[in-house]
């Protein structure tokens, strides 16, 4: 029998009356019914095993409302890179503002602003390639000082967005970081930095790995901790 494909989304209704929207997936490798939040998308999802029906997940779902609407409402707000919009830069308030003025060009930061010239639909991607181009510029700078520091050569370096890592370092030398980082305090970049080109000359987390880190950073803690607390913050900007 052909199996009818599940709708993307519905509306489920909350006891105050109002409803939010919940994305519906069936899985193969689920053995049992699963809410799961998506932090960063700020978005719920039920995810039904193949033989449990739709409306015995949706009954499911119904039961878990209250938990899932709490669950949203406590996830940190999401902030898009428009006009006016309140960002960070290294742990600072920095507000987005739109510079009509200039057709191109690259942002400018202006006291605690950036002035983001060019059309302002594609303002987002604007803001998004300046802060790649500083974390460019501000981490890889701070990872090839380490880096000559400890006899080590960095390979290759890349600005990214991952969903979970906040820096990486391979086997080959190859270093890679995230550009939320830039939004982070500078003593929590550092970390990030120092821990990744301890990883060129150390590739494990033992005891040699952590005085290495301890030699180029120092007490890891509180930049671990920051992390821990504010990183979910940081994702959801942009």
Request: hydrophobic share 45%; proline share 6%; net charge positive.
């Amino acid at each position: 029998m052909k199996r009818i494909a599940l709708p993307q989304t519905r509306a489920l209704a909350l006891p105050d009356g109002r409803s939010l929207e919940l994305e519906l997936r069936r899985s193969v490798r689920a053995r049992n019914m699963l809410i799961r939040i998506l932090e960063v998308e700020g978005r719920a999802e039920l995810v039904l095993p193949r033989r449990v029906t739709v409306a015995e997940g949706w009954r499911f779902a119904e039961e878990k409302a209250r938990w899932i609407d709490a669950r949203l409402a406590s996830l940190p707000p999401h902030v898009p890179f428009e006009h006016g919009a309140s960002v960070l830069y290294g742990g600072a308030p920095l507000r987005l503002f739109h510079d009509a003025s200039r057709r191109r060009g690259t942002p400018v930061r202006d006291g605690g602003g950036l002035m983001v010239p060019g059309p302002i639909e594609r303002m987002s991607q604007a803001v998004l390639r300046w802060y790649v181009a500083e974390a460019r510029r501000e981490l890889g700078g701070r990872a090839f000082a380490l880096a000559e520091r400890i006899g080590r050569n960095v390979q290759r370096l890349t600005i990214r967005d991952p969903e979970t890592r906040w820096g990486s370092c391979s086997s080959a030398g190859h270093l890679s970081f995230s550009w939320r980082l830039m939004m982070a305090p500078g003593l929590v970049a550092d970390y990030v930095v120092a821990h990744e080109v301890a990883h060129l000359k150390a590739m494990h987390h033992g005891r040699s790995f952590w005085a290495l880190v301890d030699e180029l950073f120092g007490d890891p803690d509180a930049p671990r901790r920051w992390l821990n607390d504010h990183g979910l913050m940081l994702r959801r900007y942009g």
